[in-house]
T-cell receptor, first 116, second 109 residues
């Protein structure tokens, strides 16, 4: 299995809703990432988990809450989002985080989130 | 910071060759990646360079000069399906990827 699987592919939610995005990989990768991407912009890093521990939080608002239940799963819990949070949310994984050799990322296909 | 610069948009003709440049700050450099991203889809890995020189993979090649903080992605025999955004991403020691702004390539018939 050489994929990162994200669900759902599309999500429409109201500003008072609570929802979760899910990401799964079975490549034995020990680092997992959440990125946010607006149209015609590059991906922006939100969170990094390394060996199931949160290692980087790029000053993301608390209405986004990541969770790593185990080495294969990564969730992003959403609560009280704003319309400007509408974007493509990408999950990625790599063998390691930081400076270890050729650790390229494998990206999931993303969740297209619309906040209404 | 580690500013990464790429041209915002490029246009080329089917069958032609196009070169997409990327410049970056060299301090702490530990590898450069090129990704292709079609609109609304996930980025997909194209190439990786950590040493100077050219890496060739089919119609795509990537070049790196570490001393100049410069890389390019060369696409040959362009096809319509190559219309996409091309992201240059640099890894720095002890840090995660820094993505460039991306270059939107349009291939015209």
């Amino acid at each position: 299995d050489t994929e990162v699987t994200q669900t759902p592919k599309h999500l429409v939610m109201g500003m008072t809703n609570k929802k979760s995005l899910k990401c799964e990989q079975h490549m034995g990768h020990r680092a997992m990432y959440w990125y946010k991407q607006k149209a015609k912009k590059p991906p922006e890093l939100m969170f990094v988990y390394s060996y199931e521990k949160l290692s980087i939080n790029e000053s993301v608002p608390s209405r986004f809450s990541p969770e790593c239940p185990n080495s294969s799963l990564l969730n992003l819990h959403l609560h009280a989002l704003q319309p400007e949070d509408s974007a493509l949310y990408l999950c990625a994984s790599s063998q390691g985080a930081g400076g270890e050799r050729n650790y390229g990322y494998t990206f999931g296909s993303g969740t297209r989130l619309t906040v209404v | 910071g580690q500013n990464i610069d790429q041209p915002t948009e490029m246009t080329a003709t089917e069958g032609a060759i196009v070169q997409i440049n990327c410049t970056y700050q060299t301090s702490g450099f530990n590898g450069l990646f090129w990704y292709q991203q079609h609109a609304g889809e996930a980025p997909t890995f194209l190439s990786y360079n950590v040493l100077d020189g050219l890496e060739e993979k089919g119609r795509f090649s990537s070049f790196l000069s570490r001393s100049k903080g410069y890389s390019y992605l060369l696409l040959k025999e362009l096809q319509m399906k190559d219309s996409a955004s091309y992201l240059c991403a640099v890894r720095y020691y002890g840090q995660n990827f820094v993505f460039g702004p991306g270059t939107r390539l349009s291939v015209l018939p």
